[in-house]
């Protein structure tokens, strides 16, 4: 038993299953899931039927990305307590987490049928049909979800993706706009509305501009543009893993699967490791895959190569294809190097619902993916998704982004952290306890935190500005 609660306090009763369930869930509110599964473990020797101990020895597997123990202690939980809608959901999150979305949906559907109002199930089921790609049941599931809660911010964001997806950009639009209506740094509502806008500007372009174009394609004729460089964008960050607040199991699958083999390709190529491939970092908008890119190449000294979505589209025949091969060209120039591609869903959507110029930008960059595996080059190309589901499955292929990382909301050690660095320089007072912050911050994505950060500085700085005194550090 821990030793820093193994005394009973008054009115405790060593032989309740509560006491140490109680226990338990102080040190889960604390991360501190070992000892929080040893009280939960005692609680079950007492009463083997305690549906709650179950649930919640799940939740600290969950966190401690144990997915298929997480998931038996769910299906315990379910056995003595098969009418809790909550325990159906966070089962069918594991699932998810581990690609089985089938069998996630079919614990989402249990959830919905127990619980007809429960927004969090229908959004995540909403999600697990949208990597399926069965994109009108997932609309439905956003839809109830907006119906449920009208300022459930990602299934704007998500309904938009799909509507995104779909061709159908208007609609796309407006849901990016709510979205940030509801969270101005919403990063990637912001990048999505760009594209969108993108999109429908060429719609409005005129027909006869869109007819000549493909007239001069279908003879071979390609528009020029002035020529791409991307040297420019070459830099190797300052920015190291000790810039990233928590997140220390992500760090280390990093290190492992990219810094160590591009810092000494020898030894990885002897052990069948490659010094550079493909990885794909996906998860909820704002959680930090840039801020972390930024950082892999900072640890691995490596130059950093990245293209902003605008960088690579041009609007005449055959410039886009240029594009993406200058940029790898460019990488592969100035070894070792990391290039990386934000929002890659928007270059590497699915084929089939593509048009002939989308089509021709999709293969071009499966032909440069292609040939950095062939050639083991030291370039490794990190892409970033917050729609995973939306990328076409060729990019998935061995060889391609076939390493899959998935970097979700900080936990609360990691916002304890995030609060700590972004208040570095700040005047910010000795009775600050970042400890509670980070407990009151549950839910809140590493953008989320940071702009918290900004809110709370710019009191003391209206302070500054009216009175013309600083606060005292």
Request: one cysteine or more; proline letters at 3%.
């Amino acid at each position: 038993m821990n030793e820093d609660v193994e005394e009973l306090k008054d009115g405790e009763n060593p032989v309740d299953c509560r006491t140490y369930y109680r226990r338990g869930n102080v040190f889960l509110e604390k991360n501190d899931f070992d000892k929080a599964i040893e009280y939960y473990n005692t609680a079950l020797v007492l009463n083997p039927g305690f549906a709650e101990a179950y649930y919640n020895r799940g939740l600290c597997y969950y966190q401690m990305r144990e997915f298929d123990v997480a998931i038996k202690e769910f299906g315990k939980a379910i056995e003595f307590s098969p009418l809790d809608s909550k325990i159906y959901v966070n089962r069918g999150i594991a699932y998810y987490r581990k690609l089985c979305f089938v069998k996630a949906i079919a614990d989402f559907d249990e959830a919905v049928s127990l619980n007809p109002s429960y927004s969090k199930a229908y959004y995540n089921r909403g999600l697990a049909r949208g990597c399926l790609q069965e994109y009108k049941e997932a609309l439905k599931d956003f839809d109830k979800t907006i119906e449920l809660d009208s300022n459930y911010v990602e299934a704007y964001f998500m309904r938009g993706s799909v509507f995104e997806a779909l061709g159908e950009y208007e609609k796309a639009l407006k849901d990016f706009e709510k979205t940030l209506e509801l969270n101005s740094s919403h990063s990637g509502a912001e990048a999505k509305r760009k594209l969108v806008k993108l999109e429908l500007n060429k719609k409005t372009r005129g027909a006869s501009e869109s007819k000549n174009a493909e007239k001069l394609e279908r003879e071979g004729v390609f528009f020029q543009s002035e020529k791409k460089s991307f040297t420019e964008a070459l830099e190797t960050p300052a920015t190291r893993f000790s810039d990233v607040g928590g997140m220390s199991e992500l760090k280390e699958a990093l290190r492992e699967l990219i810094i160590f083999p591009l810092q000494d390709a020898e030894l990885a190529e002897s052990y069948g490791k490659k010094a550079g491939g493909s990885v794909l970092l996906y998860g909820p908008p704002g959680c930090g895959k840039t801020f972390i890119a930024q950082a892999v190449a900072g640890e691995a000294n490596a130059k950093l190569v990245s293209a902003k979505l605008s960088d690579l589209l041009d609007m005449y025949v055959g410039n886009s294809e240029k594009n993406i091969h200058t940029l790898f060209e460019t990488a592969k120039q100035n070894t070792p190097a990391i290039l990386f591609l934000d929002e890659v869903e928007a270059l590497t959507g699915c084929k089939t619902d593509s048009g002939r110029w989308e089509r021709s930008i999709i293969n071009q960059l499966l032909e440069e993916l292609d040939e950095l595996d062939k050639t083991h080059s030291r370039v490794l190309v990190i892409g970033a998704s917050n729609a995973p589901w939306l990328i076409d499955p060729a990019f998935k292929r061995s060889g391609r982004f076939d390493e899959l990382v998935y970097v979700g909301p900080p936990d609360e050690c990691a916002r304890e952290e995030i609060l700590k660095i972004h208040s570095r320089g700040m005047p910010v007072s000795e009775n600050v306890d970042f400890a509670l912050l980070a407990r009151e911050t549950n839910g809140f994505s590493c953008a989320d935190v940071k702009t918290l950060c900004k809110q709370a500085a710019s009191i003391p700085w209206r302070e500054a500005l009216q009175n013309k005194t600083k606060r005292k550090r």
